[in-house]
Structure formats: structure tokens, C-alpha cells
């Protein structure tokens, strides 16, 4: 059993940053893919960014060059750097671990 807890979430003007942080309980170096997803007010839940356990990732259109996704397996942590935010990037951001647990939850709000 896994159990991530985000955090790093907050208030910023667009264009400035933020750094999301995901910690599981247990560790995840034997965890295939460990994600971020995102849900908007109003709209499904959707993916940002996956790494895989070798490191490739991947990341949805709206945020490639802008949004970093990494992992410490030494910290059982993965993590979002944000930059160049928008406010149509203010969601609740969900960290996924192994496509089976999920966080509870960090809110971005990007003001304009």
C-alpha cells in the first residue's frame, strides 16, 4: 500500500512558479509510472505529466516546455516544477502512483 501526499500547491500571479511535491508512504523504486493529473472546475480530471520508473515522461500539449516531472526514488518523492503559469493552469492537481493510488489533492490558483 502506497500513499502520496502532495504538496506545494498555492496562490501565484501568471508567469511565476511553483513546485508540487508527491510523498509516498512506501517506496517507489519498483513503481512502473507515477503521474500528475489535474482537474479544473467544471472539467474531467486530466493527465499533465508521467515518468516512468527509467525516467522517460511524457506531458500533455498544454504544458510541454513549461511543467518539468521528476522522482527521487532515494525519497520515495516525485515532483511538478511549474513555470510560466497561466491562469488557465489553475486546477487541483492529483498525484498518481502507480495508476492504482491517488493523493488527495493540492490547489493552483493563477491569478492573471
Known amino acids: 500500500q502506497v500513499q502520496p501526499v502532495e504538496s506545494g500547491g498555492g496562490l501565484v500571479q501568471a508567469g511565476g512558479s511553483l513546485r508540487l511535491s508527491c510523498a509516498a508512504s512506501?517506496?517507489?523504486?519498483?513503481?512502473?509510472?507515477m503521474a500528475w493529473y489535474r482537474q479544473a472546475p467544471g472539467k474531467q480530471r486530466e493527465l499533465v505529466a508521467v515518468?516512468?520508473?527509467?525516467?522517460?515522461?511524457n506531458y500533455t500539449d498544454s504544458v510541454k516546455g513549461r511543467f518539468t516531472i521528476s522522482r527521487d526514488n532515494a525519497k520515495n518523492t516525485v515532483y511538478l516544477q511549474m513555470n510560466s503559469l497561466r491562469p488557465e493552469d489553475t486546477a487541483v492537481y492529483y498525484c498518481?502512483?502507480?495508476?492504482?493510488?491517488w493523493g488527495q489533492g493540492t490547489q493552483v490558483t493563477v491569478s492573471s
Open positions: 512506501g517506496s517507489i523504486s519498483s513503481i512502473l509510472s
Open positions: 515518468i516512468t520508473r527509467t525516467g522517460s515522461t
Open positions: 498518481n502512483v502507480g495508476a492504482i493510488f
